[in-house]
Every structure is written in structure tokens, then in C-alpha cells.
């Protein structure tokens, strides 16, 4: 593999014990990475891509490539390029519904994608004025049918009404592409009956549209295993989603297609930062913080899972509430959740953070200074 030639080591003491790395480090495990591209895979009945936001390292890709992933979802060109040096033969779904007429003309041209997402006329219209129709082209219609109860909402920002589906598939059809359908249920989707939903919806603008639905995409929003996390597991969602299949397709359902971001990498990397201040008040301030790793940490209601390192050993003992601190000098860099830790945790200590895979490394930035994030491949992290 291709793969940057990162240092690797059996486990988090190891890797401690020889580099005590003083810089953010995340933490990728191969082979547990492999196994959630396995679980869905096995799991699911139809075609399984990965939404490259979620974690867009190239070894991520490349792996996932090499469990046989043949279609990756991008949002931006710089996606795609990344996809096409990563994982050269995959299929691409570009399904933002949010383009400019460059960024259209850069996928149809440079990187030959078929397949595009719309939630309104203008952006058909929009991609008309580039692609010329033909039914090679697929126009993904993005809808909405309700808010999952337990789930990150991205309805708010995507996705046309039932009825206005029905109207742009027939549009699309109209025109000469080929149409279909997406939804996204919202991240982190603890509520197993929104894909059902979705599914029942689908079926009735693909019949009131008059359209035979050749793919359906059910996107993305399966949950990770958070601690804080109520939901049951994935195969719970696709034995629900294959009864749904059924009952709203009969025996001719469309080609399925999943597209986990979360869900697919959150296990395979956790997050490894150091404690560069310890105060009174039960307070820890860390080398990374709501401005890099822990961004989604700080508005997301997660908890993940946590250790606590000395040197090459863990620290035990009693724990009381902490509240944890980033490195930067802005008061918005203040974890909202409470950790129980060992209570005396102290400079120089290292905090595991477990489950960290997805929205961490994607969303770093370099404020104040605090730019370097190390990464190592590390066989048994803290799940
Ligand atoms: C973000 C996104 C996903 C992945 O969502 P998760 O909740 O991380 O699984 C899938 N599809 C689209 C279109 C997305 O924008």
C-alpha cells in the first residue's frame, strides 16, 4: 500500500513509551477499521460507500478501497481528487447539494462523475448548463419526511419536501438524465424508525412522480457506540431497513445504497493529548481542544470513552469531575461535558479519548498556533 509510512506499534503504552508524544496524536487501528467496513458489507444489502468528510485520511480511504468499497460520497473537489489518488477505480456520488458551475464542471470533466445530488430546481438547472442529459447521468432528488427524535439534524439545511420530490424527479426525468432518490436521517441517528420513514416516503413520490426508482441512497446517520449512546446495534437498523425495503418495493426493490461517515470510522481512532495544566477547581487543560480534535466533542451532546496514561502506564485510583480545557487563549475552548478521571491526574499525564474516528481529525484547525497533530498506527486503541 501507498500508505505514509507512519511509525506503528502494538499499543498506546508502546507507543508512549517510545515517542511520549507532546503534540495531539491520533491513534488508527487497521484492523478495526476493517471491521466496520466488514459490518456493513456483510450487513447491508446494497452498495456500501463512505462519506469522506467524516475522516478524509488517505489511509482510511485506501483501506476502505481494499475491503471493496467501489463508491465513495465526496462534497468538494478537493474530495474527489483525494478519492482518485486514494482509491483510483472507486465511483464517486457527489452529493452536496451545494455546487458552484466550477466545481460541476470539475467533476463531470476531470473526474467523470454520473452521479449528482439536488434538493431545488435552480441547482438541476444549474447542472444542465454543464452536463448535457443523458439517462448515464443520475440526478439524485434529496428529500425530507420529518425530524428524527434522536439525531444531529441536517433537515434544516437539506432536502425538499415530499411534494416538491415528486415535481423534481419528474423534472429530471422530463429533461433526459436519470433520476432517483437520497435522504439523510441526521448523524448519529439513535431513532431506528427514521430510515423506515424515509424508505415508506420514497416509495410514494417514486409512484405519485411516475418514476421507476433505479437507486435509492439512504445515506448516512448510523450511530457509533458512544457511551453516551442509547441506540441499538447496526443490525438492528439494517434487519429494519431490509423489512422496510420489502414492505415498500415488493419484489423489485431499487439498488440500496448506505453511505456511513460515522459510523465507519469512529472506532478505528482514538485521540491522545497531553495535560499541560492542572489546577484547583478540578480543572485539566490539554494540548487540543474545541478548535482541533474536540470540536465536534464541544457541540455534539457525545461522551466518548477515556483513559488515563503515566508515562507507559494507566493511572487508576479514585476519580472525581473534571472539566477539561483546550490549549487556546479563547474561553469558548471549554468542554460542556464532565469527565470522571483519576483525581490526581497531573502535568505531563496523557488522556486516551476513545472512539474518535469521525468529525475530529477533519475539523482541526491551527488557531493560535496550534497546528501539528501527529498520527501513528496503533493495533490496540481504547474503544
Ligand atoms: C455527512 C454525510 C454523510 C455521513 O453522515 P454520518 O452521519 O457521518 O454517517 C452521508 N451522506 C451525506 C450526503 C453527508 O453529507
Given at each position: 500500500?501507498?500508505?505514509?509510512?507512519?511509525?506503528?506499534?502494538?499499543?498506546?503504552?508502546?507507543?508512549?513509551?517510545?515517542?511520549?508524544?507532546?503534540?495531539?496524536?491520533?491513534?488508527?487501528?487497521?484492523?478495526?477499521?476493517?471491521?466496520?467496513?466488514?459490518?456493513?458489507?456483510?450487513?447491508?444489502?446494497?452498495?456500501?460507500?463512505?462519506?469522506?468528510?467524516?475522516?478524509?485520511?488517505?489511509?482510511?480511504?485506501?483501506?476502505?478501497?481494499?475491503?471493496?468499497?467501489?463508491?465513495?460520497?465526496?462534497?468538494?473537489?478537493?474530495?474527489?481528487?483525494?478519492?482518485?489518488?486514494?482509491?483510483?477505480?472507486?465511483?464517486?456520488?457527489?452529493?452536496?447539494?451545494?455546487?458552484?458551475?466550477?466545481?460541476?464542471?470539475?467533476?463531470?470533466?476531470?473526474?467523470?462523475?454520473?452521479?449528482?445530488?439536488?434538493?431545488?430546481?435552480?441547482?438541476?438547472?444549474?447542472?444542465?448548463?454543464?452536463?448535457?442529459?443523458?439517462?448515464?447521468?443520475?440526478?439524485?432528488?434529496?428529500?425530507?419526511?420529518?425530524?428524527?427524535?434522536?439525531?444531529?439534524?441536517?433537515?434544516?439545511?437539506?432536502?425538499?419536501?415530499?411534494?416538491?420530490?415528486?415535481?423534481?424527479?419528474?423534472?429530471?426525468?422530463?429533461?433526459?438524465?436519470?433520476?432517483?432518490?437520497?435522504?439523510?436521517?441526521?448523524?448519529?441517528?439513535?431513532?431506528?424508525?427514521?430510515?423506515?420513514?424515509?424508505?415508506?416516503?420514497?416509495?410514494?413520490?417514486?409512484?405519485?412522480?411516475?418514476?421507476?426508482?433505479?437507486?435509492?441512497?439512504?445515506?448516512?446517520?448510523?450511530?457509533?457506540?458512544?457511551?453516551?449512546?442509547?441506540?441499538?446495534?447496526?443490525?438492528?437498523?439494517?434487519?429494519?431497513?431490509?423489512?422496510?425495503?420489502?414492505?415498500?418495493?415488493?419484489?423489485?426493490?431499487p439498488e440500496m445504497?448506505?453511505?456511513?461517515?460515522?459510523?465507519?470510522?469512529?472506532?478505528?481512532?482514538?485521540?491522545?493529548l497531553r495535560v499541560?495544566?492542572?489546577?484547583?477547581?478540578?480543572?485539566?487543560?490539554?494540548?487540543?481542544?474545541?478548535?482541533?480534535?474536540?470540536?465536534?466533542?464541544?457541540?455534539?451532546?457525545?461522551?466518548?470513552?477515556?483513559?488515563?496514561?503515566?508515562?507507559?502506564?494507566?493511572?487508576?485510583?479514585?476519580?472525581?469531575?473534571?472539566?477539561?480545557?483546550?490549549?487556546t487563549c479563547d474561553?469558548?475552548?471549554?468542554?460542556?461535558?464532565?469527565?470522571?478521571?483519576?483525581?490526581?491526574?497531573?502535568?505531563?499525564?496523557?488522556?486516551?479519548?476513545?472512539?474518535?474516528?469521525?468529525?475530529?481529525?477533519?475539523?482541526?484547525?491551527?488557531?493560535?498556533?496550534?497546528?501539528?497533530?501527529?498520527?501513528?498506527?496503533?493495533?490496540?486503541?481504547?474503544?
Amino acid at each position: 500500500m501507498a500508505t505514509p509510512p507512519y511509525r506503528r506499534y502494538a499499543d498506546t503504552a508502546a507507543l508512549i513509551a517510545d515517542m511520549a508524544p507532546d503534540h495531539p496524536a491520533f491513534l488508527f487501528s487497521e484492523q478495526v477499521l476493517r471491521e466496520a467496513a466488514r459490518t456493513f458489507e456483510k450487513g447491508f444489502d446494497g452498495l456500501v460507500t463512505y462519506a469522506v468528510k467524516a475522516n478524509p485520511s488517505d489511509h482510511i480511504i485506501e483501506i476502505l478501497a481494499d475491503e471493496g468499497l467501489k463508491a465513495f460520497d465526496v462534497a468538494s473537489v478537493n474530495e474527489m481528487a483525494l478519492v482518485r489518488r486514494f482509491a483510483p477505480e472507486a465511483g464517486m456520488h457527489y452529493n452536496n447539494p451545494i455546487k458552484s458551475k466550477r466545481e460541476i464542471a470539475a467533476a463531470w470533466h476531470d473526474f467523470g462523475i454520473k452521479s449528482y445530488a439536488i434538493d431545488n430546481l435552480a441547482q438541476l438547472e444549474q447542472i444542465a448548463t454543464i452536463i448535457p442529459p443523458t439517462t448515464d447521468v443520475e440526478i439524485t432528488i434529496r428529500f425530507k419526511a420529518g425530524k428524527a427524535r434522536k439525531s444531529y439534524d441536517f433537515g434544516t439545511k437539506f432536502g425538499v419536501s415530499e411534494t416538491g420530490a415528486i415535481d423534481l424527479a419528474q423534472k429530471v426525468q422530463a429533461m433526459g438524465y436519470s433520476a432517483s432518490l437520497c435522504f439523510h436521517v441526521g448523524s448519529q441517528c439513535e431513532d431506528v424508525n427514521a430510515y423506515e420513514r424515509h424508505i415508506a416516503a420514497a416509495g410514494r413520490i417514486a409512484t405519485k412522480a411516475g418514476i421507476v426508482l433505479k437507486r435509492l441512497n439512504i445515506g448516512g446517520g448510523f450511530p457509533a457506540s458512544y457511551p453516551s449512546s442509547s441506540a441499538p446495534p447496526l443490525k438492528k437498523y439494517f434487519d429494519l431497513i431490509r423489512k422496510a425495503v420489502k414492505k415498500t418495493f415488493g419484489d423489485n426493490p431499487p439498488e440500496m445504497i448506505v453511505e456511513p461517515g460515522r459510523a465507519m470510522v469512529t472506532p478505528c481512532t482514538s485521540l491522545l493529548l497531553r495535560v499541560k495544566h492542572q489546577r484547583a477547581g478540578l480543572s485539566v487543560y490539554l494540548n487540543d481542544g474545541a478548535y482541533g480534535a474536540l470540536m465536534e466533542v464541544k457541540f455534539m451532546p457525545i461522551l466518548p470513552s477515556v483513559r488515563v496514561w503515566r508515562g507507559a502506564e494507566l493511572l487508576e485510583g479514585p476519580t472525581a469531575p473534571f472539566t477539561i480545557f483546550g490549549p487556546t487563549c479563547d474561553s469558548y475552548d471549554v468542554l460542556p461535558q464532565i469527565f470522571e478521571l483519576p483525581a490526581d491526574i497531573a502535568e505531563d499525564d496523557w488522556i486516551e479519548f476513545g472512539l474518535m474516528g469521525a468529525y475530529t481529525q477533519a475539523s482541526v484547525t491551527a488557531f493560535n498556533g496550534f497546528s501539528e497533530r501527529l498520527q501513528f498506527f496503533v493495533d490496540d486503541i481504547l474503544l
